[in-house]
Structures are given as C-alpha cells and as structure tokens.
C-alpha cells in the first residue's frame, strides 16, 4: 500500500476523464476518489477500472439512509474492492454499526469513516438549516458518534484536526478535503487549510479536487503539493 497522503478527487463527468487524468498519476503517489458526479455518470465499472490499475479508491457516496440499506449500500461498495468508503455520521450511531457489522463479516473489509460536517458549511449555514451553533462543536459531537459505533475515522476539516485528534485519540483516521495551496480558489469550500497545515494539525489524508484537476497541468500541481509537504513549510493562509 502506497504510503502518500494525498487523495486525489476525480470529479469528472466521464469514466474516460477520470481514466485519462488516472493515466498520468503514479498509484504510489496518491490515492483517488471516487464521487457523487463521476460514480452517476460512469458506474461501479471506473472504480473497478481503478482498482485494477493499481489504485487505492475511496469510494465518496456518503451513505445516509436506515441502517439495512446503508449496511447493504456498504457491502456492495467493498465487492468493488474499494480501500475506503464513508457514510454520514448524522444517520446515528445504530445505521454507523450497522454498517461497521456488515462489513466486519467480509472476508477482506474496506476503511469506513463517517463525514461530520460538510467542508462546504460554516457556523453561519449551521444556523440557517436550524442547527445554531459552532461548526467546531457540531463536528466533535459527530466524530464522538462515530468512535462510539466503533468506525475507522472521520471526515472533517483540517480546522478539526487538532481538536478531534486530542478526543479520538491516535488510531482513528482523519480524513480532510477542503484542503487549498495557497495559490489555490477556495470555490465552494469554507473550511480551508494549506496541506502542510493541514498535516502539521493531524490529518491523516488529504482529498484535493480541483487545485489539481483544474490545474494547467495537473501532474505539476500534485508535485508541488508533494513538495510543499516534504518542505513541511507552514504558510499562514
Ligand atoms: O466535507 C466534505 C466531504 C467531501 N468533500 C469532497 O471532497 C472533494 C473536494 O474537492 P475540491 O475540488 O478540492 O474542493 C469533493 O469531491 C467533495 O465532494 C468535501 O469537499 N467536503
């Protein structure tokens, strides 16, 4: 297993896309993720395209549904031989169990981690879906949720990193996107770090989209991810 950080989100709108970018990375030098938009356009068939080539695929279908359909959602995600796969922590500890159970009777089980609160999301969207109340404190009840079904880690922001590593402890995963260079578009994304900051605050893998999917040249912007990690320089963003 390759020992990178980086996971690198292919949200494209075609399997021969998502193939075409996968064709110039080195499956030791980053890890891919499979999503909402490439996963409903082109089918389980590109992440068994990807698995064969070589690749560690996190499946990002954020399963959020009663416990018998996330845990059988679950179980047909890891016959694709997928490396990690996530479910929402807001469908409750009963549905995360579920799940976890389910995938602990395989004979060769995937990573499961749940997403805590979306990268896209601040304090001010929390109180205009009628949740009112720190982005922060949201994210750590959700993490906590998820350690007590007993899961593999979380998804969260590297802003979290810090303080979910002190509640979780060293073993569980954490997940960050909304991971920015500092040249980088936030887009849509509110909860942001540079990925040297991200790692130095505990993050275990970081998923970046398109600071290199829409790069000039995709291949020069994860290398020079790579090296702003081994640099282990810490630009304030
Ligand atoms: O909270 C979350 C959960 C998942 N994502 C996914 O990560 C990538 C990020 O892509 P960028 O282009 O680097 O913004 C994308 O596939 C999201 O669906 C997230 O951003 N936040």
Request: proline letters at 5%; charged letters at 25%.
């Given at each position: 297993m390759t020992e990178t950080r980086i996971i690198v989100a292919l949200d494209y709108a075609s399997a021969d896309a998502a193939l075409t970018l996968a064709d110039r990375l080195d499956p030791h030098r980053c890890r891919v993720k499979v999503g909402k938009e490439l996963f409903t356009r082109a089918g389980p068939a590109v992440v068994e395209q990807l698995v064969k080539r070589g690749f560690d695929v996190f499946l990002d279908l954020k399963y959020h549904d009663i416990p018998n359909t996330v845990a059988a959602a679950c179980a047909a995600a890891a016959d694709l031989g997928v490396w990690m796969l996530n479910v929402h922590a807001s469908g409750g500890v009963a549905m995360m169990q579920a799940a976890r159970e389910r995938l602990a009777s395989l004979p060769r089980r995937p990573l499961l981690i749940a997403v805590t609160l979306l990268t896209s999301l601040d304090d001010d969207d929390l109180t205009a879906?009628?949740?009112p109340g720190h982005a922060r404190e949201r994210v750590a009840l959700l993490a906590e949720l998820s350690a007590e079904a007993d899961l593999d880690g979380v998804v969260c922001s590297a802003r979290e990193a810090?303080?979910?590593?002190?509640?979780?402890?060293?073993?569980?995963?954490l997940v960050t996107p909304g991971v920015r260079p500092a040249d980088s578009a936030?887009?849509?994304?509110?909860?942001?770090?540079?990925?040297?900051?991200?790692?130095?605050?505990?993050?275990?893998?970081?998923?970046?989209?398109?600071?290199?999917t829409a790069a000039a040249d995709p291949q020069a912007a994860l290398s020079a991810i790579e090296a702003e990690?081994?640099?282990g320089s810490a630009t304030p963003r």
């Amino acid at each position: 297993m390759t020992e990178t950080r980086i996971i690198v989100a292919l949200d494209y709108a075609s399997a021969d896309a998502a193939l075409t970018l996968a064709d110039r990375l080195d499956p030791h030098r980053c890890r891919v993720k499979v999503g909402k938009e490439l996963f409903t356009r082109a089918g389980p068939a590109v992440v068994e395209q990807l698995v064969k080539r070589g690749f560690d695929v996190f499946l990002d279908l954020k399963y959020h549904d009663i416990p018998n359909t996330v845990a059988a959602a679950c179980a047909a995600a890891a016959d694709l031989g997928v490396w990690m796969l996530n479910v929402h922590a807001s469908g409750g500890v009963a549905m995360m169990q579920a799940a976890r159970e389910r995938l602990a009777s395989l004979p060769r089980r995937p990573l499961l981690i749940a997403v805590t609160l979306l990268t896209s999301l601040d304090d001010d969207d929390l109180t205009a879906i009628g949740c009112p109340g720190h982005a922060r404190e949201r994210v750590a009840l959700l993490a906590e949720l998820s350690a007590e079904a007993d899961l593999d880690g979380v998804v969260c922001s590297a802003r979290e990193a810090s303080d979910l590593r002190a509640r979780l402890g060293p073993e569980r995963l954490l997940v960050t996107p909304g991971v920015r260079p500092a040249d980088s578009a936030n887009g849509d994304q509110k909860r942001i770090m540079t990925p040297s900051r991200a790692i130095a605050a505990g993050a275990d893998h970081l998923v970046i989209g398109r600071p290199i999917t829409a790069a000039a040249d995709p291949q020069a912007a994860l290398s020079a991810i790579e090296a702003e990690l081994a640099v282990g320089s810490a630009t304030p963003r």
